[in-house]
Every structure is written in C-alpha cells, then in structure tokens.
C-alpha cells in the first residue's frame, strides 16, 4: 500500500479494515467457535486466509493490483480471520490437561507475541530481498504448515448439551457469562508467583506507554529505540499472560470461544484500530508526534481506568 501511494493515511486504513470485523458483533464470532467443530473451524479459516494471500500475489504478479482489491482483500481477509483468535484460544484447554494448562497458555502467549515481532520483522526483510510477490507466496506456504498441524491435532468436541444454539439465546447467555468473567478477572487466577496480579496488569500497561512515549523521542539513538522497544515488548508480554491466564482458568469450556472474543477485541482488535490512529495522527502531523501521543494516550486511560476501579490495584489472586 506505501509502494503505491506513498501515504500513511492509506496505510493506516488497512487497520481501520482490520478493526472493523473484530469490532462488530463480537459475540457471533464467539458463538461459532462454541457451537461448531472448532478444529474443522480452523481449517476453513486457514484456508481461506492462504487463499487472500493467493489473490494478492497473482493480482501484484500480473500488475492489476489497485487500492479497491488491496481494501477489499483485507477486509474479506479480516472477516475471516476474526474467527481465529477466539477458535484457537478455546481449543488450547482441550489438549492439555488443566495441570499443565497454565503452561499452555503462556506458551500460546509468547508465541503470539513473537509472531507479530517475528513475523513484521521477516516481512520486511523477505519484501527487501525477494520482492512483494515472493513474500506472499511464503505467506502462503506458511499457511499450508498451519493447516497441516492442525489436521494433526485430536480435538474432543463440546458434549451436544454444552455447545451453544445459534440463536439470540447463545448470545444473551454469552454476554452474561461474559461481565461475570469481567468481575471475576481481578479475584481470580493461579499466578502465584506475582502477587497482586491486578496491580500487574496496570503496571505492565503503563510501563508500556511509557517505553513507547521513550521511543518517540529517542530519535537518532538506534541502540536507545532498541531497547525502548524491547521494555514495551515485555511489558505487553506479562500483560498479555497475566489477562490470558485468568480468562482461561475462569471459564467453562462451553463458553471459551464467546469470552475469548471479548479478549481478542482489545488483544487484536485494539492495536490494528491503533495502527489506523497512527496512520491518520502521523499523515497529519509527523510520525514521531503520532507515536509519543499514542503512548500517552495510553498511560492516562489506564490511570483513569485504574482511579475509577480502585480495587483493581489491591486485587491479589491466591
């Protein structure tokens, strides 16, 4: 999109396409992963997430590639892949026993994390040296190694009296079960060796804003950007394990895929709104504005959120 227009707004809009999915009906998307076989669920979606990725490399190959199919790829795409996050969180439990399921789930979260550093880094790297064309059809391959471990895996399914019925019901039962997991989060939880896991959470996120305000102005001091974005990139990792262990442990399975959703619109649905925020803030005034506003904006909301919950700091979960 930058090759073809030069235009931080026009890039920033593929994360408002992003967003959009995953902002809207959230709970439909959870009620699927409850309702269907999640792990043929997954299947469908990495297939037709390797799919747009097809389209994009034979339209650039051939040079038909515009804005409209760019957009239009990316938010099929977006729809799609709206239904991983929630399906693949709710069939981690189901593979693990619950002794071990702590573990799984900080496993699952580094590898998140390392995927969205590893993976923008490699893209970079790939377009630089094999051209955008190549770098889809890696993106490609990369999907067929997905899919071929997923047909390795052995999935029980939900019981038939458990799984969720595909009407309104499903979704005023998950929207239930979702604030009750809300007002639990800061009391519950079996990370034992932090204390005060409410308190954590708040501080991971602030410490966060406050690597990326850093970042904005260390311009010129590579070695300084480095290690700003490292602390942020740690930060986000114990706040990311913090919240995802607690949603996991407190949820019924029966109900994993809807409360997963309401975690995968601030995880995932958060920072892509946050990349169109960037683009926009930074088409309009400079990049590094866009960048030191972004990890303010952070740090007041979360001290707003933190003075209206009070009990969110003093939470210690046993």
């Given at each position: 999109?930058?090759?073809?227009?030069?235009?931080?707004?026009?890039?920033?809009?593929?994360?408002?396409?992003?967003?959009?999915?995953?902002?809207?009906?959230?709970?439909?998307?959870?009620?699927?992963?409850?309702?269907?076989?999640?792990?043929?669920?997954?299947?469908?979606?990495?297939?037709?997430?390797?799919?747009?990725?097809?389209?994009?490399?034979?339209?650039?190959?051939?040079?038909?590639?515009?804005?409209?199919?760019?957009?239009?790829?990316?938010?099929?795409?977006?729809?799609?892949?709206?239904?991983?996050?929630?399906?693949?969180?709710?069939?981690?439990?189901?593979?693990?026993?619950?002794?071990?399921?702590?573990?799984?789930?900080?496993?699952?979260?580094?590898?998140?994390?390392?995927?969205?550093?590893?993976?923008?880094?490699?893209?970079?790297?790939?377009?630089?040296?094999?051209?955008?064309?190549?770098?889809?059809?890696?993106?490609?391959?990369?999907?067929?190694?997905?899919?071929?471990?997923?047909?390795?895996?052995?999935?029980?399914?939900?019981?038939?009296?458990?799984?969720?019925?595909?009407?309104?019901?499903?979704?005023?039962?998950?929207?239930?079960?979702?604030?009750?997991?809300?007002?639990?989060?800061?009391?519950?939880?079996?990370i034992g060796r932090i204390p005060r896991q409410g308190f954590?959470?708040?501080?991971?996120?602030?410490?966060?804003?406050?690597?990326?305000?850093?970042?904005?102005?260390?311009?010129?001091?590579?070695?300084?950007?480095?290690?700003?974005?490292?602390?942020?990139?740690?930060?986000?990792?114990?706040?990311?394990?913090?919240?995802?262990?607690?949603?996991?442990?407190?949820?019924?399975?029966?109900?994993?895929?809807?409360?997963?959703?309401?975690?995968?619109?601030?995880?995932?649905?958060?920072?892509?709104?946050?990349?169109?925020?960037?683009?926009?803030?930074?088409?309009?005034?400079?990049?590094?504005?866009?960048?030191?506003?972004?990890?303010?904006?952070?740090?007041?909301?979360?001290?707003?959120?933190?003075?209206?919950?009070?009990?969110?700091?003093?939470?210690?979960?046993?």
């Open positions: 999109m930058y090759l073809l227009t030069h235009s931080a707004v026009a890039l920033g809009i593929i994360g408002l396409l992003q967003a959009i999915p995953r902002l809207l009906l959230p709970l439909v998307r959870g009620v699927f992963a409850d309702r269907f076989d999640r792990r043929k669920l997954l299947l469908v979606i990495e297939a037709a997430m390797a799919t747009s990725s097809v389209v994009l490399a034979l339209c650039t190959h051939v040079r038909v590639i515009t804005l409209v199919i760019i957009y239009s790829v990316v938010l099929l795409a977006a729809s799609v892949s709206a239904f991983e996050f929630p399906t693949r969180q709710a069939i981690i439990p189901t593979l693990v026993p619950r002794s071990q399921l702590a573990s799984a789930v900080t496993l699952s979260s580094v590898m998140m994390q390392l995927t969205f550093v590893l993976g923008a880094a490699f893209g970079g790297y790939t377009v630089a040296w094999l051209g955008v064309v190549n770098t889809y059809w890696l993106d490609v391959f990369s999907y067929l190694a997905v899919i071929g471990s997923i047909l390795f895996m052995r999935v029980p399914r939900i019981p038939l009296e458990k799984r969720a019925q595909s009407n309104i019901g499903a979704l005023i039962d998950g929207s239930s079960n979702l604030y009750g997991a809300v007002a639990l989060a800061p009391f519950t939880g079996l954590g959470v708040v501080l991971a996120i602030v410490g966060w804003g406050i690597c990326i305000v850093g970042f904005g102005f260390s311009s010129g001091a590579l070695w300084l950007s480095v290690f700003l974005l490292a602390g942020a990139g740690a930060a986000d990792m114990v706040s990311m394990i913090l919240r995802g262990l607690i949603i996991q442990l407190t949820t019924a399975d029966e109900f994993r895929g809807r409360i997963s959703v309401a975690n995968a619109m601030f995880v995932i649905g958060g920072p892509i709104l946050g990349q169109f925020e960037s683009g926009v803030v930074a088409g309009f005034t400079t990049p590094q504005f866009s960048v030191i506003s972004g990890g303010v904006a952070c740090i007041v909301a979360t001290l707003i959120v933190a003075a209206c919950i009070p009990g969110l700091l003093r939470a210690q979960i046993k």
